[in-house]
C-alpha cells in the first residue's frame, strides 16, 4: 500500500513563505515523476510544480521564480518552498507521485490527501 503524506501548509501574509513537504511510504520499488498541484475554491486542480527523478523540474507560470520544487530520493520525499506569497495562491495543495509499487507492477499515479494553503492580504 503506496501512501503520500503532506505537511506543512497553513495560514501566512502576503509575501511569506511556506514550505510543504510529501513523504512516500508503503511497497515502493520506484518512483518516477513527483509533483505538487493545487486547487482553489471553484477552480479546477492545476500543476503547480513537478520533478523528474532525474531533478529535473518544470513550474506554472504564475509561481515561477518564487516557488522551488526539490527532492531527496533517499527519503522518498517532495518539498514544494514557497516564498513571496500571494493571496491568489491559496488553496488546497496535493503531492502526487508517479510510482511502482513492486518490480511486478506498472507506475501508476498516488495522491496525498491534501494540505490547506491560505495567503491572507
Known amino acids: 500500500q503506496v501512501q503520500l503524506v503532506e505537511s506543512g501548509g497553513g495560514l501566512v501574509q502576503a509575501g511569506g513563505s511556506l514550505r510543504l513537504s510529501c513523504a512516500v511510504s508503503?511497497?515502493?520499488?520506484?518512483?518516477?515523476?513527483m509533483g505538487w498541484y493545487r486547487q482553489a475554491p471553484g477552480k479546477q486542480r492545476e500543476l503547480v510544480a513537478s520533478?523528474?527523478?532525474?531533478?529535473?523540474?518544470k513550474y506554472a507560470d504564475s509561481v515561477k521564480g518564487r516557488f522551488t520544487i526539490s527532492r531527496d530520493n533517499a527519503k522518498k520525499t517532495v518539498y514544494l518552498q514557497m516564498d513571496s506569497l500571494k493571496p491568489e495562491d491559496t488553496g488546497d495543495y496535493y503531492c502526487?507521485?508517479?510510482?511502482?509499487?513492486?518490480?511486478?507492477?506498472?507506475?501508476?499515479?498516488?495522491w496525498g490527501q491534501g494540505t490547506q494553503v491560505t495567503v491572507s492580504s
Open positions: 502526487n507521485a508517479d510510482v511502482r509499487a513492486t518490480i511486478l507492477q506498472r507506475f501508476r499515479d498516488y
Open positions: 508503503g511497497s515502493i520499488f520506484s518512483i518516477n515523476a
Open positions: 520533478i523528474t527523478s532525474g531533478s529535473s523540474t
